[in-house]
């Protein structure tokens, strides 16, 4: 199980509150814990899981399970490309500081590529120092569709993935 960085204090915002993702008990999709702590994980990851139907990330077999600052996702059915969209998804949640995950094994599966951005970096730029040309940033952009809607629309600390070139 591979285990990614993020940056906890940015992001989007889902949990409500400034606190994000705190809570150190691991919380399943479906807890078997009382009170009122179990009741804030369990809204953490509802709300985690919403936003993977947002993306339309989530066929109904991505499973998530939290502990404190880290998410652990686990899916049977994805492939390679969709987990790390579901890693990212995740990760670039406010609150959020790591994403464990397994990765599809295949033969000549090469490990992916993320990006954390800069302040003041832009897709073209990001693709000249990946991809060797600042006119490839749409494939970047198509990359990380459909957590991204536009590309202007980065951001410091955000994570991207760098697509695999041919």
């Not at 987990?83 to 992916?112: C, S």
């Not at 003041?120 to 957590?147: C, D, V, W």
Request: charged residues 30%; proline residues 6%.
């Amino acid at each position: 199980m591979a285990i990614w960085d993020f940056v906890k204090d940015a992001g989007k915002s889902i949990f409500g509150d400034a606190d994000a993702a705190t809570p150190s008990a691991p919380v399943k999709d479906k807890p078997d814990m009382d009170g009122e702590q179990g009741d804030d994980m369990q809204r953490k990851v509802d709300a985690l899981k919403a936003e993977l139907r947002t993306l339309n990330l989530d066929s109904g077999d991505v499973h998530l399970t939290l502990k404190g600052d880290t998410v652990k996702v686990d899916s049977r059915g994805a492939d390679s490309d969709t987990m790390e969209k579901l890693i990212l998804a995740v990760g670039n949640i406010e609150g959020i500081a790591k994403v464990e995950a397994d990765l599809p094994t295949q033969a000549d599966a090469q490990p992916p590529v993320f990006h954390e951005v800069q302040k003041g970096e832009t897709l073209s730029a990001i693709a000249q120092q990946h991809l060797g040309s600042a006119n490839k940033y749409h494939a970047i952009f198509e990359a990380n569709r459909p957590m991204l809607s536009d590309p202007d629309k980065i951001y410091p600390g955000q994570m991207l993935r760098i697509p695999r070139q041919d």
